[in-house]
């Protein structure tokens, strides 16, 4: 059965540093775009990254210049390096990872992140 499962997560101080990583049980996993998304307390879930198949990518700008994504196909795995953390930060975060032709999407369960003194 198809799944993604996040891992990475965890407690951090202000200025810190994660590295999140989603592992895809997936067919042909370098043909999906990957996102990460993060849900904040009492927020709505917000996009905060992804890296399409050709390799192109996108960065919210709360997280541009903090954040990096990038993908192993050999692994089928994308990661999300965030450096320079901040409280604003803390959520959690989701990987998605979307076919378009045909249509299919996967969701993780997500990983919290805390950013705390």
């Known amino acids: 059965q198809a799944h993604v499962v996040e891992s990475g997560g965890g407690l951090v101080q202000p200025g810190g540093s994660l590295r999140l990583s989603c592992v895809a049980s997936?067919?042909?996993?370098?043909?999906?775009?990957m996102q990460w998304y993060r849900r904040a307390p009492g927020e709505e879930r917000e996009l905060v990254a992804y890296?399409?198949?050709?390799?192109?990518?996108y960065y919210s700008s709360s997280v541009l210049g903090r954040f990096t994504i990038s993908r192993d196909n050999s692994e089928n795995t994308v990661f999300l390096q965030m450096d320079g953390l901040q409280p604003d930060d803390t959520a959690v975060y989701f990987c998605?990872?979307?076919?378009?032709?045909?249509?299919?999407?996967?969701w993780g369960r997500g990983v919290l992140v805390t950013v705390s003194s």
């Open positions: 997936i067919a042909n996993f370098y043909a999906y775009d």
């Open positions: 998605h990872a979307q076919l378009y032709t045909p249509p299919q999407d996967y």
């Open positions: 890296i399409k198949s050709d390799l192109r990518t």
